[in-house]
């Protein structure tokens, strides 16, 4: 027996008991009771598939632990159960192996609320059933669903290229490279696409020197897992022809690669259907997984009989819209943003179980009935950011579609600003294509808004679309934006608004120079934007939080030093900061308490004619004695007209 929280090891298996006492009764540290259970972590695994159902609860992925590597299993490990007296539940177990993060089972006291069904009986994703339970998926929603037949593109698209798929029952026969504009081809074919992760490792491209032998057939032994997976997909679905960027673009022809990128939108918007590799890393990780069905079911650990009776279960499943620590690998990936707001229909192969997304419902092997998904129209004219934020991607793109139509910016900005905070969440291989990678989900809004984007920031309304901050500094991208635009970073984004109906004052005007150009490709865009607002510098510092996290605080001063005894603001760095740069700060919005919020901006050339957004701040004034008209250039800086690039 030892105390909870100490720094002793534990050498062998067994089950810690953490005994967390009531408040009232919480006097001393608290209590670990160790029994016996197996010796090592590959014994815990033998018995999850010898069919031990609480060994197989923990022995079931957790995204948020640390994957095991396979000589890991004759290491020891331990069992902490945290025992605790809440509504939220009875407490939790842990797994814990020495230098790994430990993989969580949840105890509760009510009853399991969901038990195994159907496709989830089944130990692979591949099984027969599963595959008919998607078929059925599918189908349904061709059949019956009218709001994902409207949210198709429709007319005579077709990819330039396309992969035509023979199989004989379960076995992929061959992978044939087809030219849609051959007289041969009916360009009203339907077919899929497949939405997946490259990863570090080279795959199989289609180039310039191996087009006319992929003409007549592909070397199937050289296809990923993800592409013979999908390829079987495709053919159980009942459909011939399949779509994957890599093999269907010619990936050393910039001028293929740009003409076909700038159609990505159109093929997974016209798709019959995307398959997406959602729990793969990597091109090689493959749609289908082996997983233990007794994972998904709650075990029963005691029975009540006078007492409440107590479940253990696993509550983290990855799913499609998981976020954090849970993000599938595949939404991690910037490209995927578009692919899932514009397709309007996704087979998404998880990690653990496959699950439906269509515009107008969801469903899973857990729970194969369709629930609907909340949608709403033009006449909603309330633009909610809390609905913006509850929305799937697809919902989001269709309510702003409908939104955009008929009203105005401020109708469908939050839905609009949902996808851009997914985009920026996610990462790019190369710096060159953070706008290629958008362009068609921006486009379609575009066309839809009757609205014109300048290099990222919705034209009619750029004031406040200035005001957008990061939440971790980043780093400047090479890519053709201006710093004032979130294109310029990468790093994670959020919009900043305010009720300027209520406490909230616009304090500057934004301008687009007359030479800018009119084209909405932000390559031939110029970068300049002109702000009239109040200047004052300041003096930026950095404090630490916890975690290894850092405060950036400032002071103003202007020349009198008045503001370095009254002023303490704090700023978000677009990128991390260098101690060298003259700082100021470049007010925007105002309040009567005496709020302050803009950018922060820097002079890039000795004159201070151009300057550089490096981030946005906001702070209070400490002192009543700030407020009056008398006071307002002392303290807030004179009205100066800055050009941002």
């Known amino acids: 027996m030892r105390a909870m929280g100490t720094s002793e090891t534990y050498d062998g298996g067994g089950l810690d008991v953490f005994v967390v006492p009531s408040n009232e009764e919480r006097k001393g540290e608290d209590i670990i009771e160790t029994f016996p259970h197996y010796d090592s972590i590959g014994a815990l695994q033998q018995s999850a598939l010898n069919g031990c159902h609480l060994c197989s609860l923990f022995a079931a992925p957790d995204p948020t632990a640390s994957e095991l590597p396979p000589n890991y299993s004759s290491k020891p490990y331990s069992l902490w159960v945290h025992c605790e007296q809440s509504y939220d539940g009875a407490g939790h177990i842990e797994v814990h192996v020495q230098g790994r993060r430990p993989k969580?089972?949840?105890i509760s006291y009510d009853g399991p609320l969901s038990k195994i069904q159907g496709s989830l009986r089944y130990k692979r994703t591949d099984a027969d059933e599963v595959l008919k339970l998607t078929k059925s998926w599918l189908d349904t929603c061709l059949n019956h669903h009218e709001k994902?037949?409207?949210?198709?593109s429709g007319g005579d698209f077709v990819p330039t290229r396309l992969l035509k798929v023979t199989t004989s029952?379960?076995?992929?026969?061959?992978v044939q490279l087809c030219l849609t504009n051959s007289e041969e081809f009916d360009p009203r074919t339907p077919y899929l696409a497949l939405s997946h992760c490259w990863g570090a490792s080279d795959i199989i491209k289609l180039t310039a020197s191996v087009l006319s032998t992929f003409l007549r057939t592909l070397p199937l032994a050289s296809l990923p897992q993800n592409f013979s997976d999908a390829a079987l997909i495709t053919a159980r679905l009942g459909y011939a022809y399949l779509w994957v960027d890599s093999l269907c673009t010619i990936q050393d022809s910039p001028d293929d690669w740009e003409r076909e990128a700038a159609t990505m939108g159109n093929v997974y918007s016209n798709a019959v259907c995307t398959i997406a590799a959602l729990g793969a890393a990597?091109?090689?990780?493959?749609?289908?997984?082996?997983?233990?069905?007794l994972a998904f079911e709650p075990c029963l650990l005691r029975d009540g009989a006078g007492r409440d009776t107590v479940w253990a279960e696993n509550k983290r499943v990855q799913r499609p819209d998981s976020e954090g620590d849970m993000r599938p690998p595949l939404h991690r990936r910037a490209w995927v943003v578009q692919e899932r707001?514009?397709?309007?229909?996704?087979l998404h192969f998880g990690s653990e179980m496959v699950f439906w997304e269509c515009v107008q419902g969801t469903a899973s092997e857990e729970r194969p009935d369709f629930k609907a998904t909340a949608s709403r129209s033009s006449d909603d004219r309330s633009g909610n950011p809390f609905s913006a934020a509850s929305s799937g991607l697809k919902t989001?793109?269709?309510t702003m579609k409908a939104l955009g139509r008929s009203g105005d910016w401020a109708d469908w900005e939050c839905f609009w600003w949902k996808m851009v905070k997914e985009y920026t969440a996610s990462k790019l291989t190369f710096d060159s294509d953070k706008w290629t990678a958008f362009s068609g989900l921006a486009t379609a809004v575009e066309r839809h808004t009757r609205t014109?984007?300048?290099h990222g920031l919705w034209e009619s309304n750029l004031f406040e679309e200035l005001l957008w901050k990061v939440l971790k500094p980043g780093r400047r991208v090479d890519f053709n934006a201006p710093s004032w635009s979130w294109l310029s970073v990468d790093a994670a984004v959020s919009d900043q608004r305010y009720n300027y109906n209520s406490d909230f004052r616009q304090a500057a005007t934004v301008s687009i120079p007359p030479s800018s150009a009119t084209s909405i490709n932000n390559s031939h865009q110029s970068k300049g934007l002109t702000v009239q607002g109040r200047l004052l510098r300041l003096t930026s510092r950095v404090g630490h939080l916890g975690s290894g996290k850092k405060d950036y605080k400032f002071k103003l001063h202007d020349g009198r030093k008045l503001h370095e005894r009254h002023t303490d603001g704090?700023?978000?760095p677009d990128i991390t900061p260098d101690e060298k740069w003259e700082l100021s700060i470049l007010q925007f919005v105002t309040t009567a308490y005496r709020e302050s919020y803009g950018l922060v901006i820097r002079p890039v050339d000795a004159a201070k004619t151009s300057w550089q957004r490096v981030g946005f701040y906001g702070m209070c004034w400490a002192h009543e004695d700030h407020d009056g008209p008398t006071a307002a250039p002392q303290y807030f800086g004179e009205m100066e007209t800055v050009t941002l690039v």
């Not at 707001?341 to 996704?346: G, H, K, Q, V």
């Open 570 to 572: 704090r700023w978000n």
């Open 452 to 454: 014109r984007l300048y």
């Open 396 to 398: 989001t793109l269709r």
């Open 282 to 293: 990597n091109s090689r990780g493959g749609c289908f997984v082996t997983r233990n069905p």
């Open 104 to 106: 969580t089972t949840y």
């Open 169 to 174: 029952g379960p076995f992929l026969l061959s």
């Open 341 to 346: 707001a514009l397709a309007p229909r996704t």
């Open 148 to 152: 994902c037949r409207h949210s198709s």
